[in-house]
């Protein structure tokens, strides 16, 4: 079958304006004449600021699978893509319609469930360990995709995302102790030992944005969707950062997915990889906890993130402590 054959018998299309990505993409479902529903993403950098700022196109996701890596996603993990061809600077993917299997922020992950997640995270990074396929995103522009200096050379601090990351690093420095606000904000400056230390730490493809929102469960399979920001780089940068994103919908402790995690991993897991998978959320998501631990409108989402912050602030310390980089 050509490319974007499968779109051929079309008969009914609904745009898609109330999905919870931000990054720029747009969404499209389908309904084919033999009731099959799919859903068609369009990308492209003039849009699309994550892909803009992690290297452009063509999308990693239609380069994974295009080149067969989904192929060979070890057994418990899947993913939507059923198409995919690039048009100009456009990169269109045809994804299967996951429906509301595919999680919301109003969707919580039971511990079992949670816990068989990480296990199935844990085996994506033990199948391609030591072994990433080529064509991800460069691990420096994903680890970097929220400092100050980038939003500001790429003159994309009037996108609404990246106005938030902004202001969430100004009120960093007051919300988070010297000793940890200063080197944290010193990586944002000079990211250099950050990333040289990842690229010695055990390597693996790591989905880049994992999340529950990024994620759907079709029977016991865990489905990732959105792998655009998709690197080359340790496994615990994808736990890191699905606690830091996503412990608050979680029915577990961060204490509890790091140790499922860690428990699973084997070799692509060590307390050192583990200090930096953590020291990377804080670059990469700290204004998020920041800015929603002092300005969050609703006062008790406000002092449940001011406790998130304090664990990030402790694991942060540690990280640094420890020698890692």
């Known amino acids: 079958m050509a490319a974007g054959d499968v779109l051929r018998d079309v008969v009914e299309r609904t745009v898609v304006s109330d999905h919870v990505g931000k990054s720029g993409a747009g969404l499209e479902r389908v309904r084919l004449r033999d009731g099959r529903a799919l859903v068609v993403k369009r ?19 239609f380069l994974l699978w295009r080149d067969g890596v989904f192929d060979r996603l070890p057994a418990g993990i899947g993913h939507a893509v059923v198409d995919g061809w690039v048009e100009g600077d456009c990169t269109v993917l045809v994804l299967r319609d996951l429906g509301d299997r595919v999680l919301s922020w109003d969707d919580r992950l039971s511990a079992d469930r949670a816990a068989r997640t990480m296990t199935a995270i844990a085996s994506l990074h033990r199948s391609f360990l030591c072994h990433p396929p080529p064509g991800l995103a460069p691990l420096d522009l994903v680890v970097t995709l929220f400092t100050p200096r980038r939003i500001r050379e790429a003159a994309v ?18 919300a988070v102790p010297a000793d940890v606000a200063g080197p944290v904000l010193a990586l944002l400056d000079e990211p250099a030992p950050l990333v040289a230390a990842l690229r010695r730490a055990p390597t693996t493809l790591a989905h880049g944005d994992l999340a529950t929102v990024n994620m759907a469960f079709e029977g016991d399979d865990l489905v990732l969707i959105d792998w655009a920001m998709a690197t080359q780089g340790p496994g615990t940068l994808d736990v890191a950062r699905f606690v830091a994103g996503c412990s608050s919908v979680v029915d577990a402790t961060r204490e509890d997915l790091l140790g499922w995690y860690r428990a699973a991993a084997g070799p692509a897991c060590d307390d050192q990889t583990m200090h930096l998978g953590l020291l990377s959320a804080m670059v990469w998501l700290g204004w998020n906890k ?27 310390r540690t990280a640094l402590q420890s020698g890692a980089i």
């Open 157 to 174: 601090a009037d996108v609404d995302l990246m106005r938030l990351a902004l202001r969430g690093w100004e009120l960093f420095a007051d």
């Open 290 to 316: 920041a800015l929603d631990a002092v300005e969050h409108p609703d006062p008790v989402v406000r002092a449940r993130e001011r406790a998130d912050l304090d664990w990030w602030v402790q694991a942060t």
């Open 43 to 61: 990308v492209d950098p003039q849009h699309d600021v994550t892909l803009a700022l992690t290297g452009g196109g063509p999308s990693r996701e």
